[in-house]
C-alpha cells in the first residue's frame, strides 16, 4: 500500500497548534515542533514491512492548506492516517471529508487520545474509516494496513488486533477493547530521514544543544493516575523497554545523526534499578561526553544521590509537574504529591547539578483566587530563587477521557462542549475566577523572567555563546506566552 502519515496544517489566528506528541494542546505564537515518536515509529515499520510511506508535516514545514492537499495527491496514496487531539478534531474530520471528495477510494485513518475517549463519534461527524484506540498505535496502524484485502476492498476482519474501529458497509464495526501487550524492544529503531526529524532538531524550547532529537524509553507514566491528564487513556499500564535497547537508540543518533541534546518524551521516565543501569550504560559506552539527556519525573521520585548519577550520565533538564501549591488540589487532582516535597526535590536536582523545568495549571473549578496567588507566588519563589530553570504555565483543560473530563460532566461544571474552544486559550470549566484573571495568573509566571534578580541570575550563568543563544531564544519565547494569554476574547 502506499500510505501518508500527516498533519494536516491548521491555519489559525491563534498562533501555530503544538499538535504532535503533546499531551497538553496549545497554540504557540513563537512556533514549538515536537518530534511525534510514536507516529514515527509507525512510518518506520510500515516502511519495514513493505508498504511505501510518506511523511508530510503540514504544520512543521509551514505548508498552506493547498500545498498539502497538492502533496497529497502527487502521492497517490491508498491511505492516510493521522493523529488528532480535541481541539482541532473538527478541523481533522474536515479535512477527511475534503479527501474522500477528492479521491472516494482514500482510506482514512485517525488515532490519539481524544478518539481513544470518543471512537464513534468520528465515525458520526465524518467519512473515516478505521479509528485506532490506545497508545501503541504503531503497532495497530501496521496490523491494519497489513490486514487489507486488495482484492475485495476491505479489512480481513480475523487478522485485526483489539483496539480498531472500522467501517464495514453501512456499518461500524469494533475489535474491542485495545491491549498493551506489544513488545517495545520489538519495534525497529526509527528511521530518522523517513520522518525528517530535522523539522523537529532546532525549534523547540527545551533544546540548549542543537540538532535535538526525542526518544521514548517507555509508554507511559508509571504513576499514570492524575485526573487532568488524557494520555492514561492511552496507556493505562506501564511499559519500558530495556536499557541495552533505549541505550543503543541514543548511541545510534549521536553516531549517525550528530545529536548533541536528547529529550526522552516517557510520561515519567524510569525510576529505581532501570534508571541506574541506564546511567552506568550511558557512562560505559563514553555517550555522556557527546550528548546531553532531559527527562520527566516526578517530584519526590529520586533522591539527590540519584540526581548526582544523572547527572555523570549527561542529564541536564528535568521536567517536574508542579500542577498547583494547594495540597487539596494536589490531592483531588491525585498527584500523589505534598506541598512541603516540591522546594526539597528542586533544591536536590540543583545540588546535582540538574536544571528543573516546573509546569503549572490555573483554572482548577474549585480554586479561589487566593490559592491560586499561592501558585503563582511558589513558581515566582521557584524561578527566581534558581531553583527551577524553566516553566510552563498554562490553564486546566479537562480532555475527553480524563476522569477530570468525567468529574466536570458529573458536577455541570463544563461550559461547552464545543472541542475548538478546548486549546487553552479560555477557560472552558466553571471557575470562581473570571477569565481575565486566569489569564493573568499564567502570564504572571512569564513575567518573572523580568524580575531583575531572575534576570541577573541568568546573566551570571552564561558561560558560553550556546547559554547566550538559549537564553535570548528563551526571551523571545516567554514573549510569545505573554502573548498567547493577552485576549480573553481570542
Same mark, same amino acid.
Given at each position: 500500500m502506499k500510505i501518508i502519515l500527516a498533519y494536516p496544517p491548521i491555519g489559525s489566528e491563534r498562533g501555530v497548534p503544538l499538535l504532535s506528541q503533546n499531551r497538553q494542546f496549545q497554540y504557540f505564537r513563537e512556533p514549538t515542533f515536537i518530534y511525534p515518536v510514536v507516529p514515527a515509529s509507525a512510518a518506520t515499520m510500515l516502511?519495514?514491512?513493505?508498504?511505501?510511506?510518506?511523511?508530510?508535516?503540514?504544520?512543521?514545514?509551514?505548508?498552506?492548506?493547498?500545498?498539502?492537499?497538492?502533496?497529497?495527491?502527487?502521492?497517490?496514496?491508498?491511505?492516510?492516517?493521522?493523529?488528532?487531539?480535541t481541539p482541532v478534531v473538527k478541523r481533522h474530520w474536515r479535512t477527511i471529508d475534503?479527501?474522500?471528495?477528492?479521491?472516494?477510494?482514500?482510506?482514512?485513518?485517525?488515532?490519539?487520545?481524544?478518539?481513544?475517549?470518543?471512537?464513534?463519534?468520528?465515525?458520526?461527524? !465524518?467519512? @473515516?474509516?478505521?479509528?485506532?484506540?490506545?497508545?501503541?498505535?504503531?503497532?495497530?496502524?501496521?496490523?491494519?494496513?497489513? !490486514?487489507?484485502?486488495?482484492?475485495?476492498?476491505?479489512?480481513?476482519?480475523?487478522?485485526?488486533?483489539?483496539?480498531?474501529?472500522?467501517?464495514?458497509?453501512?456499518? @461500524?464495526?469494533?475489535?474491542?477493547?485495545?491491549?498493551l501487550d506489544h513488545d517495545l524492544d520489538a519495534a525497529p529503531l526509527i528511521d530518522r530521514a523517513l520522518t525528517h526529524w530535522n523539522?523537529?532538531?532546532?525549534?523547540?524550547?527545551n533544546f540548549k544543544r542543537t540538532p535535538g532529537a526525542y526518544v521514548m524509553a517507555g509508554r507511559d507514566c508509571w504513576w499514570g493516575?492524575?485526573?487532568?491528564? !488524557?494520555?492514561p487513556t492511552l496507556y493505562p499500564s506501564y511499559r519500558k523497554r530495556t536499557v541495552a535497547n533505549a541505550v543503543d537508540e541514543i548511541e545510534y543518533l549521536v553516531q549517525r545523526h550528530g545529536v548533541r541534546e536528547i529529550m526522552d518524551d516517557t510520561g515519567t521516565f524510569p525510576a529505581g534499578d532501570w534508571l541506574a543501569e541506564f546511567c552506568d550504560e550511558v557512562i560505559r559506552r563514553g555517550l555522556h561526553r557527546r550528548v546531553v539527556i532531559d527527562c520527566n519525573m516526578r517530584f519526590g521520585a529520586l533522591t539527590e544521590k540519584e540526581y548526582r548519577r544523572m547527572k555523570a550520565a549527561g542529564f541536564r533538564l528535568v521536567l517536574f509537574g508542579l500542577e498547583s501549591a494547594n495540597q487539596e488540589t494536589l490531592d483531588r487532582i491525585d498527584k500523589d504529591l505534598k506541598v512541603e516535597d516540591i522546594t526539597p526535590s528542586c533544591l536536590a536536582a540543583r545540588r546535582a547539578g540538574l536544571y528543573p523545568h516546573i509546569t503549572i495549571m490555573f483554572g482548577y473549578p474549585w480554586e479561589t483566587r487566593e490559592q491560586a496567588a499561592k501558585t503563582l507566588e511558589l513558581g515566582r519563589r521557584l524561578l527566581v530563587k534558581g531553583l527551577a530553570y524553566t516553566v510552563q504555565a498554562t490553564l486546566v483543560i479537562p480532555y475527553p477521557g480524563s476522569r477530570l473530563f468525567e468529574?466536570?460532566?458529573?458536577?455541570?461544571?463544563?461550559?461547552?462542549?464545543?472541542?475548538?474552544?478546548?486549546?487553552?486559550?479560555?477557560? @472552558?470549566?466553571?471557575?470562581?475566577?473570571?477569565?481575565?484573571?486566569?489569564?493573568?495568573?499564567?502570564?504572571?509566571?512569564?513575567?518573572?523572567?523580568?524580575?531583575?534578580?531572575?534576570?541577573?541570575?541568568?546573566?551570571?550563568?552564561?558561560?558560553?555563546? !550556546?547559554?547566550?543563544?538559549?537564553?535570548?531564544?528563551?526571551?523571545?519565547? @516567554?514573549?510569545?506566552?505573554?502573548?498567547?494569554?493577552?485576549?480573553?476574547?481570542?
Open positions: 516502511r519495514e514491512a513493505g508498504h511505501e510511506v510518506l511523511w508530510l508535516d503540514g504544520i512543521a514545514q509551514g505548508w498552506t492548506a493547498q500545498r498539502f492537499l497538492d502533496e497529497v495527491k502527487a502521492f497517490g496514496p491508498d491511505l492516510i492516517a493521522m493523529e488528532t487531539k475534503d479527501l474522500k471528495r477528492g479521491d472516494a477510494r482514500l482510506l482514512t485513518v485517525l488515532f490519539g487520545d481524544h478518539v481513544t475517549a470518543l471512537p464513534q463519534e468520528s465515525f458520526e461527524r !465524518s467519512r @473515516v474509516d478505521a479509528v485506532l484506540t490506545g497508545g501503541d498505535y504503531d503497532f495497530l496502524l501496521r496490523n491494519l494496513c497489513d !490486514s487489507f484485502n486488495r482484492a475485495q476492498g476491505a479489512w480481513d476482519a480475523r487478522r485485526l488486533e483489539p483496539g480498531i474501529w472500522y467501517r464495514q458497509g453501512d456499518a @461500524v464495526k469494533s475489535t474491542g477493547t485495545f491491549r523539522l523537529y532538531a532546532f525549534k523547540n524550547g493516575r492524575c485526573t487532568f491528564c !488524557s494520555w468529574e466536570c460532566r458529573r458536577n455541570g461544571w463544563l461550559r461547552t462542549q464545543d472541542w475548538d474552544d478546548y486549546d487553552m486559550k479560555r477557560p @472552558v470549566m466553571a471557575a470562581p475566577i473570571d477569565d481575565a484573571a486566569l489569564k493573568g495568573f499564567v502570564q504572571g509566571i512569564y513575567r518573572t523572567a523580568f524580575v531583575p534578580e531572575f534576570i541577573l541570575r541568568k546573566i551570571f550563568a552564561v558561560r558560553s555563546v !550556546s547559554d547566550l543563544n538559549y537564553f535570548a531564544c528563551g526571551v523571545k519565547k @516567554v514573549l510569545g506566552h505573554i502573548f498567547d494569554f493577552a485576549n480573553p476574547s481570542t
